[in-house]
C-alpha cells in the first residue's frame, strides 16, 4: 500500500500528460491556393476525395446576401464578409458577419491554419462549412461578378482530376490555372514540401528523487519533422541523462554516485511551441546503491518553451520489484 501511494502522484501527472498529448493531435485539411487571371482563391478541405456541400446554386445565394449585406459606407480599407453554419439549439443556420479590415494587414483563418493577406482596399470573402473553408477578395463590387460567374461545382471537378498532385499531407500546394465561361482548369500545380531537421542539445537539470535532490546533465539528439506551413509538429530522439546523487560512507565522509540513463522520445510540438512527449529508458552506467538491479524510467516530456522543462517520471529499480516517482526540471543550452 505504501508503494501505491507513493506512485500515484506520479501516475495522476502521467495521466495528465497522455491526455495533453492526445488532444494536440492536428489533422491538416488538403490546402490549395489558386491563381487565376486576376482572381486568387484559397480552398481548404478535408479531403480532395471528398465532395463538400457546397454546390452552385448555395454558392450564389452566399455571394448575393453577402453583396446585399455589404453597404457603401464601408471602412475605406475594405471589409471581410463571412458565411458559416453554425448551431443555434438543435436547429443549423447560416450567419454572415461584416466587419471592417485593418488597414495595415489582416489574418483569417483557412481549415487549421492561419494565413496573412496584407489588406489593399478591397473586400475579403471567406465562406466557412463543416466540410470546406473557400475564400477570395476583390478590389470592386463589380469583380464580385465573375466571382459569380464561377462553377464552384467545377472547382471540385478540377480538384478531383488533379487528386493525385495533392494527396501529400504534409506538402503546400499552390495552382496556376483559367477561368473560361466559369469553369476553372489548372495549368500547374506547385509543391513546397516541408524542412525536416536535426537537433543536437545539451543542458542541466536537478530532479527530486526518493527525498533527495538530484543535479543531472543531458545530451540530446533529436529528429524534427515539419508541417505543411514549415512549422516545427514532431519530434524523435534520444537523451542520455547523467545523475549526481550524494551518498555516506560509514565513516561518515560522502561519495559522489553517477547514473546515466539512455532514453527513447517522442513529442508532439504545439502551435504555440510547447513540447508534449512520452520517454522510456534503461540505466546503462550504474554506480553506488541508490539503484539496484535492472532499471528503467518513464517520463512524460512537458516542455514549456525551447530551453525550460518539467519531467515527471517514473523510476522502476530492482527488476520492476521497486517503483518511486521523481520529478525533474531542465534547462537546454
Known amino acids: 500500500m505504501r508503494t501505491i501511494s507513493r506512485i500515484m502522484p ?5 495521466a495528465l500528460g497522455i491526455g495533453a498529448i492526445a488532444q494536440e493531435k492536428i489533422e491538416y485539411p488538403d490546402t490549395l491556393r489558386i491563381t487565376a487571371e486576376e482572381i486568387e482563391i484559397v480552398v481548404a478541405l478535408e479531403s480532395v476525395r471528398k465532395r463538400p456541400k457546397l454546390d452552385d446554386d448555395l454558392w450564389n445565394s452566399i455571394l448575393g446576401a453577402m453583396e446585399s449585406s455589404i453597404n457603401s459606407s464601408a ?18 443556420k447560416a450567419r ?10 489582416d489574418i483569417f483563418l483557412i481549415g487549421s491554419e492561419g494565413l496573412n493577406h496584407m489588406t489593399a482596399e478591397r473586400i475579403e470573402f471567406l465562406v466557412i462549412q463543416e466540410e470546406v ?24 471537378n478540377e480538384l478531383e482530376s488533379n487528386a493525385e498532385k495533392i494527396e501529400n ?3 503546400l500546394y499552390s495552382g496556376e490555372g483559367n477561368i473560361n465561361f466559369g469553369v476553372l482548369r489548372l495549368s500547374k500545380i506547385n509543391q513546397t514540401n516541408p524542412r525536416d531537421f536535426v537537433e543536437l542539445s545539451a543542458g542541466v537539470g536537478v530532479g527530486f528523487y526518493r527525498d533527495q535532490f538530484m543535479p543531472s546533465i ?7 519533422f515539419s508541417d505543411r506551413y514549415g512549422k516545427p509538429s514532431k519530434k524523435f530522439g534520444l537523451l542520455y541523462t547523467q545523475h549526481y546523487a550524494v551518498s555516506r560512507e560509514t565513516e561518515g565522509s560522502t561519495k559522489l554516485e553517477l547514473n546515466g540513463f539512455l532514453s ?49 517520471e517514473l523510476i522502476f529499480t530492482d527488476g520492476f520489484n521497486q517503483v518511486f ?3 525533474r526540471f531542465g534547462l537546454t543550452f
Do not use: C
Not at 506520479?10 to 502521467?14: D, E, V, Y
Not at 471602412?75 to 443549423?92: C, F, H
Open 10 to 14: 506520479a501516475l495522476f501527472m502521467l
Open 75 to 92: 471602412n475605406d480599407a475594405g471589409i471581410k464578409a463571412t458565411y458559416q453554419n453554425i448551431m443555434v439549439g438543435e436547429e443549423k
Open 96 to 105: 454572415i458577419d461584416i466587419t471592417p479590415l485593418d488597414k495595415e494587414s
Open 133 to 156: 473553408s473557400l475564400s477570395f477578395s476583390i478590389n470592386e463590387m463589380d469583380q464580385l461578378e465573375s466571382m459569380k460567374a464561377v462553377s464552384v461545382e467545377g472547382i471540385w
Open 169 to 171: 499531407k504534409r506538402a
Open 218 to 224: 543531458s545530451y540530446d539528439v533529436s529528429f524534427g
Open 264 to 312: 527513447a522520445y517522442a513529442t508532439l510540438i504545439t502551435k504555440t511551441d510547447q513540447q508534449f512527449g512520452l520517454g522510456f529508458g534503461y540505466l546503462i552506467n550504474q554506480n553506488g546503491g541508490f539503484y539496484h538491479g535492472e532499471t528503467f524510467i518513464l517520463s512524460v516530456y512537458n516542455r514549456k518553451s525551447s530551453r525550460t522543462s518539467l519531467t515527471p
Open 325 to 327: 516517482p521523481a520529478l
